[in-house]
């Protein structure tokens, strides 16, 4: 299916990705990809490892569900309130250097978490790693879309799979690395921030060169906003309905992030290195799923996407409760690859709802996603607190049905098409 050409907050340059590919050569283009998706793996894996640290943290401090949900909502709430601000910041004025500050902000996060020795410092350390996502995320999303050459779907995925499979590799190197070794071991990862930093320098190079960053600086180029191809009431309804449908998405998908590892432990008895590991399962079909929805959504539309991903996990999520270890192993893998195949597609979607807004929807979507698995987090924790870890995959088990939200979606690629 033939993709509309949505502008961006810079200039009409923005999204007219092939005459880069033209310029500077596909080659190049595909590489800033890669390494965008390559920082999004090494960005994710660090800040994966702060729920993959939550027994031993919980353990070590004798902390209580409440305050390991408290832990998630440090990072994602510095995550999910500034993400939207940067967005709406750099729409207006790009900050191209702004990446490898980023992640100067996750490097000091992790540093801090291996020597934090109070529940002060956990909770400190943990939001200046959610600071750095803040500006990672927003203005990684916009470059992907510059370089993505018209395949917006595809260009999302790829930046998207880093992060998943960041986040799947995370609690395997927690149960081999930080698990045997302690707390302290966390800095070792610092590594991994700084090799990110050096490539994002050079995507920050390669951002500041782009045509349209150079007409910004001469001033040959006006920023119009596109306009939205349908009434504002509407785009306001239907991106409220993304954002339910991403509260359902992201507050399940936190359920097993946050607790997966008690509740295998606490059910069946499983070592933390065994939970770890069916941990890694869960996020690595996590990250498969993510890259599979937006190719896909480039050929069918994000619509039907949206709608077998969310509603379609709605069965499996409903049978893992009363599962035996060995099919919670393969429910837990169905709904990661079927629940995240919507993310790529609910981005670019958002995308084409508003037009020129690039950076503002990337802030709000991931915002809001940080900010609702942290929430999610800590109420899921409360209730753990209150009945037990299973009441909680119970209760969950009910959100994809919030899918069938699905049908009141404008189809706006059959307007625009």
């Known amino acids: 299916m033939k993709q509309p050409a949505v502008g961006v907050a810079a200039s009409a340059p923005l999204s007219t990705a092939p005459a880069l590919g033209t310029a500077s050569g596909s080659n190049t283009t595909f590489a800033i990809l890669i390494s965008l998706s390559v920082c999004h793996l090494l960005n994710d894996m660090n800040q994966s490892l702060v729920p993959a640290l939550y027994p031993i943290l919980k353990d070590n401090y004798a902390l209580d569900f409440g305050q390991i949900g408290l832990i998630t909502l440090a990072f994602q709430l510095t995550a999910s309130l500034l993400q939207p601000v940067v967005g709406i910041v750099t729409d207006k004025r790009p900050q191209p250097y702004s990446l490898p500050i980023a992640m100067g902000s996750s490097l000091a996060g992790l540093l801090l978490l291996s020597v934090a020795n109070t529940y002060a410092l956990i909770l400190l350390a943990a939001a200046l790693v959610g600071i750095g996502s803040s500006v990672f995320h927003p203005e990684s999303s916009r470059v992907a879309r510059m370089a993505s050459g018209g395949r917006y779907g595809f260009a999302q995925s790829l930046f998207q799979l880093g992060g998943s499979t960041g986040s799947s590799i995370g609690p395997l190197l927690a149960a081999f690395i930080v698990v045997p070794r302690g707390q302290g071991s966390i800095a070792w990862f610092s590594a991994a921030a700084l090799l990110a930093i050096l490539i994002l320098a050079n995507v920050s190079m390669w951002y500041a060169r782009h045509p349209a960053m150079a007409a910004r600086r001469n001033k040959k180029v006006a920023a119009p906003i596109a306009a939205s191809p349908l009434p504002r009431a509407t785009v306001i309804f239907a991106f409220s309905i993304l954002l339910v449908l991403l509260f359902s998405k992201n507050v399940y998908t936190s359920s097993l992030s946050s607790y997966y590892t008690f509740y295998l432990i606490q059910?069946?008895?499983?070592?933390?290195?065994?939970?770890?590991?069916?941990?890694?399962?869960?996020?690595?079909?996590?990250?498969?799923?993510?890259?599979?929805?937006?190719?896909?959504?480039?050929?069918?539309?994000?619509?039907?996407?949206?709608?077998?991903?969310?509603?379609?996990?709605?069965?499996?999520?409903?049978?893992?409760?009363?599962?035996?270890?060995?099919?919670?192993?393969?429910?837990?893998?169905?709904?990661?690859?079927?629940?995240?195949?919507?993310?790529?597609?609910?981005?670019?979607?958002?995308?084409?709802?508003?037009?020129?807004?690039?950076?503002?929807?990337?802030?709000?979507?991931?915002?809001?996603?940080?900010?609702?698995?942290?929430?999610?987090?800590?109420?899921?924790?409360?209730?753990?607190?209150?009945t037990s870890i299973e009441t909680v995959y119970k209760v969950c088990s009910f959100l994809p049905l919030i899918g069938l939200l699905t049908a009141l979606l404008p189809d706006i690629e059959k307007r625009r098409g």
């Open 267 to 386: 059910k069946f008895g499983v070592s933390v290195q065994s939970a770890q590991l069916h941990l890694f399962a869960f996020l690595g079909a996590v990250a498969a799923g993510t890259f599979i929805g937006g190719p896909i959504g480039d050929r069918v539309g994000r619509k039907p996407v949206i709608w077998f991903s969310i509603l379609g996990a709605f069965p499996f999520a409903l049978m893992l409760p009363y599962a035996s270890l060995m099919w919670t192993g393969v429910l837990s893998v169905l709904i990661g690859l079927i629940l995240a195949s919507a993310f790529s597609a609910i981005v670019v979607y958002a995308q084409e709802l508003l037009p020129g807004r690039v950076g503002m929807v990337a802030g709000m979507v991931f915002g809001f996603s940080f900010g609702l698995g942290g929430l999610g987090a800590a109420a899921l924790g409360e209730i753990a607190d209150a």
